[in-house]
């Protein structure tokens, strides 16, 4: 297993979620946490060009995870976290942009990409490469992003 080359190499830098991904704990928690950053920015756009950026960015994550993973010589790194931040984005992009739900986006997302039930488990286990990496998150995102959209719907 090679070291990752975050502050030298430009891919790594982006994988590692702009460094996030080198905390010794929780590097998973720290790059969402970058992701939630950005969130109010995707809010900001029209959302047809909210959800091209997350398409765009989930396919690019999908090559990207891939070289990086590739680089180092290890299927999914701990602190490759590009899965993350997209995940995140996907969770709450058809969300009020509030703390609430930035607060419940992230704790839903985070529980269930920790915990990753069927059939997160199964695309975690079955499937390789950069789309393996990438796949489990973004499911992760669709189930946080549903129930959430299921709350807000019976609390308004």
Same mark, same amino acid.
């Given at each position: ?15 590692? %979620?702009? &460094?996030?991904?080198? #905390?010794? /704990? ?5 790059? $969402?946490? +970058? ?10 756009? @029209?959302?047809?060009? #909210?959800?091209? +950026? ?6 690019? &994550? ?8 590739? =680089?180092? &010589?290890?299927?999914?790194?701990? %602190? ?9 984005? *996907? ?13 419940? %986006?992230? *704790? $839903?997302?985070?529980?269930? =990409?920790?915990? /990753? @039930? ?10 390789? &490469?950069?789309?393996? *990496? ?5 499911? #992760?995102?669709? *189930?946080?992003? %549903?129930?959430?959209?299921? #709350?807000?719907?019976?609390? +308004?």
């Amino acid at each position: 297993m090679h070291s990752p080359k975050v502050w030298r190499n430009f891919w790594h830098f982006l994988a590692f %979620g702009f &460094g996030s991904g080198l #905390a010794k /704990k929780a590097p998973g928690t720290w790059g $969402t946490l +970058v992701g939630l950053a950005f969130v109010p920015l995707l809010h900001l756009l @029209p959302l047809w060009f #909210a959800l091209c +950026v997350i398409a765009g960015a989930s396919v690019f &994550g999908m090559w990207l995870c891939g070289r990086v993973a590739s =680089d180092l &010589g290890v299927h999914d790194h701990g %602190g490759i976290v590009w899965d993350e931040i997209v995940g995140i984005w *996907i969770t709450l992009i058809f969300l009020p942009n509030t703390w609430l739900w930035l607060a419940l %986006g992230f *704790i $839903t997302f985070r529980v269930l =990409d920790i915990a /990753k @039930p069927w059939p997160i488990s199964w695309l975690d286990r079955k499937v390789g &490469g950069g789309l393996g *990496i990438m796949i489990d998150d973004m499911l #992760a995102g669709v *189930i946080a992003a %549903g129930v959430l959209y299921a #709350a807000w719907f019976f609390t +308004v």
